[in-house]
């Protein structure tokens, strides 16, 4: 059998510079065409594989790039876009961007998060009536691109079962995964193709299977790689599981007619012994996973080989690999230049991780390699004293119990109605307002010096006092300063705290053109002085209506950070809550009556497997109570979720002990608040009425239907009207009249109750 050999199982694809995500956005401007546009990604792609083969990777992937997301290219591949898109007389490629952030008569398709990333992907719509066929040719299209340049590829798709199974269905009690015979055909019709390509091998992604999966899901996927298997004239298979073990679907595979998998050795520490153990796996190679493909850590070259050499013997063949795509990687961390030297030298982007895994590789086959400079910056990192602070440690084990506890909520609502003497159904935003072209030039001239601090107020207090106007203009209940000071809710924080560094190229994309830099949390917590209480001092002596202050939750901080590996995130998580808590006390003393908190990661953190969940809710509430449970009664303590399945996590968001929880509720029609009404849900609620993932401006009887619908599930009184998410990425030409319209909405709606 040839074999596969050293690979990686994906690639980043925004740009080193985010050069995708520009050429997206001047595209959707209308200040490029089309065909600059694919000539912008068709740069991108030679760029990542003659790198990857300059590197010396035995295999390289390729149809891990796209324009938006690799589950809607699967869903259009496919031929399943709903017809809402399809009707609309569009060219393909702006029918594809319709599905993705819709137009004004199209709402756009769910967005939610990659299992436990913060990737989003976008939820395919499928029914009864839903065929497929295969409609497109984007893995034989980049196939041959890079066949052109010398270099053969093994084409990457989504697996047929996750995708089902990633699916909404458009019809009550019917399931995505009853399409599975439908969409084998199709799945076998592309393999007949690539394999008249030449191909010789391809990947199939099922990392839904690195979750709790039912006997049913696990026969499909039995019956997937028997039917796809046993189909004439096809590639290779490689089946890739990854984000934790395979549990039960190891098995499965193991006993398919596929020829390789690939398994993540770095989640799930205890999975290697399972792969072992798999006789099954004897006349298959098997893709040991341990190069971390989600952290930025360097690779501990004596343990990864550990892993890799207890499956030697047990397989086919046993190649090295990442552990899951580099997609959740910044590209090269030579680019960074401010690090801290020591810092970076601990450090591998995607750039490094393709070179570990060719050491690696050459390692476990025994060959020349040297890995004398990976064991010296692993070591360097486990014995560096700066990574811990005597002082925080000391803190931490200072906690009581009663520094997670505030009095009932019946008692702290009484109070801050007293304190802010709200109307009913009471409006806001989440936070964010658009990020002007002056605001962000402020930025830059402040980081170069054309520009000094005292200027840097000046114009941020003049970007704040134009939001806070607005805001009353449009007769907004609750204001917020707009945060144009922050470049990201992460970032921005993690700027301020001690325990973190920031990078200058560290991109990831998060989801379509949207891009962050997680920080690297790489030592102990703390919070040198204040980081937001300046700005929403200013912003609340502007106005007699109160101003929230704007702060990211200890959850979400971890979840957009590099996190440190070296102790438990339950003690990082609650390093930073204290941080936290300091804040909201200082903001407190500044006169600020509204804190809002938040959380939009609370459900992406959750284990994937269900063992996990009671560990991970405990620590996880009890860093956002410390956080925030040294607050005043009369002080009105706000969190806010977004883009995630939610009906996992109720319990969790119920033990948090906010005061008003907001949420994503547009695109999916407040489907979450019949879950929050079952879960016993008893405090202030804010079901997102608009979308602001889409530019389109939603109407005010759109947004009063939404409203009905969760009057409805939840009384009036503890119901809150605002945006789905902050409004940071979209335009004031959007965001004025969907505002004037969504406060016009809950006027009506106020009216209809009284």
Same mark, same amino acid.
């Not at 991108?44 to 990857?52: F, M």
């Not at 592309?190 to 696990?218: H, I, K, M, S």
């Not at 006390?585 to 959750?606: C, F, S």
């Given at each position: 059998?040839?074999?596969?050999?050293?690979?990686?199982?994906?690639?980043?694809?925004?740009?080193?510079?985010?050069?995708?995500?520009?050429?997206?956005?001047?595209?959707?401007?209308?200040?490029?065409?089309?065909?600059?546009?694919?000539?912008?990604?068709?740069?991108?792609?030679?760029?990542?594989?003659?790198?990857?083969?300059?590197?010396?990777?035995?295999?390289?992937?390729?149809?891990?790039?796209?324009?938006?997301?690799?589950?809607?290219?699967?869903?259009?591949?496919?031929?399943?876009?709903?017809?809402?898109?399809?009707?609309?007389?569009?060219?393909?490629?702006?029918?594809?961007?319709?599905?993705?952030?819709?137009?004004?008569?199209?709402?756009?398709?769910?967005?939610?998060?990659?299992?436990?990333?913060?990737?989003?992907?976008?939820?395919?719509?499928?029914?009864?009536?839903?065929?497929?066929?295969?409609?497109?040719?984007?893995?034989?299209?980049?196939?041959?691109?890079?066949?052109?340049?010398?270099?053969?590829?093994?084409?990457?798709?989504?697996?047929?079962?996750?995708?089902?199974?990633?699916?909404?269905?458009?019809? !009550?009690?019917?399931?995505?995964?009853?399409?599975?015979?439908?969409?084998? !055909?199709?799945?076998?019709?592309?393999?007949?193709?690539?394999?008249?390509?030449?191909?010789?091998?391809?990947?199939?992604?099922?990392?839904?299977?690195?979750?709790?999966? $039912?006997?049913?899901?696990?026969?499909?996927?039995?019956?997937?790689?028997?039917?796809?298997?046993?189909?004439?004239?096809?590639?290779?298979? =490689?089946?890739?599981?990854?984000?934790?073990?395979?549990?039960?679907?190891?098995?499965?595979?193991?006993?398919?007619?596929?020829?390789?998998?690939?398994?993540?050795?770095?989640?799930?520490?205890?999975?290697?012994?399972?792969?072992?153990?798999?006789?099954?796996?004897?006349?298959?190679?098997?893709?040991?996973?341990?190069?971390?493909?989600?952290?930025?850590?360097?690779?501990?070259?004596?343990?990864?080989?550990?892993?890799?050499?207890?499956? =030697?013997?047990?397989?086919?063949?046993?190649?090295?690999?990442?552990?899951?795509?580099?997609?959740?990687?910044?590209?090269?961390?030579?680019?960074?230049?401010?690090?801290?030297?020591?810092?970076?030298?601990?450090?591998?982007?995607?750039?490094?991780?393709?070179?570990?895994?060719?050491?690696?590789?050459?390692?476990?086959?025994?060959?020349?390699?040297?890995?004398?400079?990976?064991?010296?910056?692993?070591?360097?990192?486990?014995?560096?004293?700066?990574?811990?602070? !005597?002082?925080?440690?000391?803190?931490?084990?200072?906690?009581?119990?009663?520094?997670?506890?505030?009095?009932?909520?019946?008692?702290?609502?009484?109070?801050?109605?007293?304190?802010?003497?709200?109307?009913?159904?009471?409006?806001?935003?989440?936070?964010?307002?658009?990020?002007?072209?002056?605001?962000?030039?402020?930025?830059?001239?402040?980081?170069?010096?054309?520009?000094?601090?005292?200027?840097?107020?000046?114009?941020?207090?003049?970007?704040?006092?134009?939001?806070?106007?607005?805001?009353?203009?449009?007769?907004?209940?609750?204001?917020?300063?707009?945060?144009?000071?922050?470049?990201?809710?992460?970032?921005?924080?993690?700027?301020?705290?001690?325990? &973190?560094?920031?990078?200058?190229?560290?991109?990831?994309?998060?989801?379509?053109?949207?891009?962050?830099?997680?920080?690297?949390? &790489?030592?102990?917590?703390?919070?040198?002085?204040?980081? $937001?209480?300046?700005?929403?001092?200013?912003?609340?002596?502007?106005?007699?209506?109160?101003?929230?202050?704007?702060?990211?939750?200890?959850? $979400?901080?971890?979840?957009?950070?590099?996190?440190?590996?070296?102790?438990?995130?339950?003690?990082?998580?609650?390093?930073?809550?204290?941080?936290?808590?300091?804040?909201?006390?200082?903001?407190?003393?500044?006169?600020?009556?509204?804190?809002?908190?938040?959380?939009?990661?609370?459900?992406?953190?959750?284990?994937?497997?269900?063992?996990?969940?009671?560990?991970?809710?405990?620590?996880?509430?009890?860093?956002?109570?410390?956080?925030?449970?040294?607050?005043?009664?009369?002080?009105?303590?706000?969190?806010?979720?977004?883009?995630?399945?939610?009906?996992?996590?109720?319990?969790?968001?119920?033990?948090?002990?906010?005061?008003?929880?907001?949420?994503?509720?547009?695109?999916?029609?407040?489907?979450?608040?019949?879950?929050?009404?079952?879960?016993?849900?008893?405090?202030?609620?804010?079901?997102?009425?608009?979308?602001?993932?889409?530019?389109?401006? !939603?109407?005010?009887?759109?947004?009063?239907?939404?409203?009905?619908?969760?009057?409805?599930?939840?009384?009036?009184?503890?119901?809150?009207?605002?945006?789905?998410?902050?409004?940071?990425?979209?335009?004031?030409?959007?965001?004025?009249?969907?505002?004037?319209?969504?406060?016009?909405?809950?006027?009506?709606?106020?009216?209809?109750?009284?």
């Amino acid at each position: 059998m040839n074999t596969i050999g050293t690979t990686i199982l994906g690639s980043p694809r925004i740009g080193p510079d985010r050069e995708l995500k520009r050429a997206m956005e001047r595209y959707w401007a209308g200040r490029i065409d089309a065909a600059e546009l694919l000539a912008a990604g068709r740069s991108l792609r030679t760029r990542a594989w003659t790198g990857q083969r300059d590197a010396g990777l035995d295999s390289i992937p390729s149809g891990t790039f796209s324009h938006y997301d690799h589950v809607l290219d699967t869903a259009e591949l496919f031929g399943a876009l709903p017809e809402r898109f399809t009707s609309l007389g569009l060219s393909p490629l702006d029918t594809y961007f319709a599905a993705a952030r819709g137009v004004q008569d199209a709402p756009a398709l769910e967005m939610t998060k990659w299992f436990d990333t913060n990737y989003h992907y976008l939820v395919p719509e499928l029914g009864p009536d839903t065929k497929f066929t295969l409609t497109g040719s984007k893995p034989l299209d980049e196939y041959r691109e890079a066949r052109a340049l010398g270099i053969e590829t093994r084409p990457v798709l989504v697996g047929p079962v996750t995708f089902l199974l990633l699916a909404k269905s458009t019809a !009550p009690g019917f399931a995505p995964l009853e399409l599975l015979d439908e969409l084998l !055909p199709a799945y076998a019709e592309l393999l007949r193709r690539l394999r008249d390509e030449g191909v010789e091998w391809v990947q199939l992604d099922e990392p839904a299977f690195a979750g709790d999966r $039912t006997n049913a899901e696990l026969n499909a996927l039995t019956r997937a790689y028997h039917v796809l298997a046993k189909a004439q004239d096809r590639p290779k298979i =490689l089946v890739a599981g990854y984000f934790g073990g395979l549990g039960r679907g190891l098995g499965v595979l193991a006993r398919s007619p596929i020829e390789a998998v690939a398994v993540d050795l770095v989640t799930d520490q205890s999975f290697v012994d399972a792969v072992a153990a798999e006789g099954a796996l004897r006349d298959k190679e098997v893709l040991a996973g341990v190069v971390d493909g989600r952290n930025v850590w360097r690779t501990d070259p004596d343990r990864a080989l550990e892993k890799a050499r207890k499956l =030697l013997g047990t397989a086919a063949a046993v190649s090295v690999s990442t552990s899951c795509s580099l997609l959740h990687v910044p590209y090269d961390v030579e680019r960074e230049t401010s690090l801290d030297a020591r810092v970076k030298g601990w450090l591998a982007f995607a750039r490094q991780k393709v070179d570990e895994v060719v050491l690696l590789g050459r390692a476990l086959r025994e060959e020349d390699a040297d890995l004398a400079a990976a064991r010296g910056a692993v070591a360097d990192r486990a014995t560096a004293t700066e990574v811990t602070d !005597p002082r925080v440690r000391e803190r931490l084990a200072a906690l009581r119990p009663e520094d997670a506890a505030r009095p009932p909520y019946e008692q702290r609502a009484a109070a801050q109605q007293a304190e802010l003497g709200l109307p009913p159904l009471p409006t806001t935003t989440i936070g964010s307002f658009p990020q002007t072209t002056d605001v962000r030039k402020a930025r830059a001239a402040l980081r170069s010096g054309e520009l000094d601090e005292a200027g840097y107020v000046a114009t941020m207090h003049t970007e704040i006092e134009r939001v806070v106007r607005l805001q009353e203009e449009l007769g907004l209940d609750v204001l917020v300063h707009g945060e144009p000071e922050r470049n990201d809710m992460v970032q921005y924080f993690a700027e301020q705290l001690d325990g &973190f560094a920031a990078t200058e190229s560290g991109w990831v994309q998060s989801y379509g053109s949207r891009c962050v830099r997680p920080p690297i949390l &790489f030592g102990d917590v703390s919070r040198p002085a204040p980081m $937001t209480v300046p700005w929403a001092r200013y912003a609340q002596q502007l106005s007699e209506k109160p101003v929230k202050g704007m702060l990211t939750g200890p959850v $979400t901080i971890l979840a957009w950070s590099f996190v440190r590996d070296d102790q438990p995130p339950a003690e990082t998580a609650l390093q930073v809550a204290l941080a936290i808590r300091d804040e909201v006390a200082d903001l407190e003393a500044a006169g600020v009556r509204v804190v809002q908190v938040d959380e939009p990661a609370l459900r992406e953190l959750l284990p994937l497997r269900a063992a996990g969940h009671e560990a991970y809710f405990a620590w996880a509430v009890r860093a956002f109570r410390v956080a925030t449970s040294g607050a005043a009664d009369t002080t009105q303590v706000h969190t806010h979720m977004c883009y995630s399945e939610f009906g996992e996590v109720l319990p969790a968001i119920d033990a948090l002990d906010a005061d008003v929880t907001s949420i994503e509720a547009a695109r999916s029609k407040m489907e979450v608040l019949d879950d929050l009404s079952g879960a016993g849900f008893a405090r202030g609620v804010g079901p997102g009425v608009y979308d602001i993932h889409s530019p389109r401006v !939603p109407g005010v009887e759109e947004m009063a239907d939404l409203l009905r619908t969760a009057v409805a599930a939840v009384p009036a009184g503890r119901l809150w009207v605002n945006p789905d998410c902050g409004l940071k990425t979209r335009g004031y030409a959007e965001v004025s009249p969907a505002l004037e319209n969504l406060v016009a909405a809950a006027r009506q709606v106020r009216a209809e109750q009284a």
